[in-house]
């Protein structure tokens, strides 16, 4: 990893080749897609690359990789929902950003009183949405259902369903923008 840090590409190469094809079955199956999967890879080293300077890991780097690839992957499954082609590749710098995010020792008490925080606004949000929106939204992501199985669900297009979804994000996007503007709950 210092190597890395230092600016030697072939270093971060050979952790590619150590890990690719662990981290690929990971990414596939958290994305449902091999192409997908592959991306997500690809977009997980090379944000490692862009931001070697500050790259650090405070656990094993396995870990490290395999929840990089985990969010990143994550990520890519909930842009292609939302109507991106399942041929688009994240952004890079959206890629080291999760890289960066992720947390690399166990949860503090902080930690874990944030997450709280957090599901509980998630669980309000999700109440507060309209009927056939919600619907929409736990069918995806808590049955995991795909779009064309929720509209036979429902009884309505699959279009109806990806316009729900769309809405739903768009909703929760909104009712989120403290912990995504300011990385946490609004004060008070």
């Known amino acids: ?11 971060l190469e050979m952790i590619f080749v150590a890990f690719r094809s662990e981290l690929l079955v990971l990414a596939d199956r958290v994305t449902g897609s091999r192409a997908i999967g592959e991306e997500v890879l690809q977009d997980v080293f090379l944000a490692i690359w862009r931001g070697r300077r500050g790259w650090h890991v405070a656990t094993s780097l396995r870990a490290y990789l395999r929840r990089a690839v985990e969010r990143t992957g994550s990520r890519a499954r909930t842009s292609r929902t939302r109507g991106a082609t399942s041929g688009a590749s994240l952004d890079a710098g959206d890629g080291w950003a999760m890289a960066q995010a992720i947390p690399d020792g166990a949860p503090t008490p902080a930690d874990n ?6 599901r509980h606004a998630l669980e309000a949000a999700t109440t507060a949405m309209p009927g056939r929106v919600r619907d929409v939204f736990l069918l995806r992501r808590r049955e ?8 036979t669900r429902l009884g309505v297009s699959v279009k109806t369903v990806e316009t729900h979804m769309a809405r739903a994000l768009r909703f929760l996007r909104e009712r989120l923008a403290p912990w995504r503007d300011r990385g946490g709950p609004p004060p008070g």
């Not at 990893?1 to 270093?11: C, I, K, N, P």
């Not at 995991?144 to 509209?151: C, M, W």
């Open 1 to 11: 990893m210092e190597r890395v840090r230092e600016g030697d590409a072939l270093a």
């Open 144 to 151: 995991e259902l795909s779009n064309a199985e929720i509209a």
């Open 113 to 118: 009183a944030a997450y709280e925080d957090l």
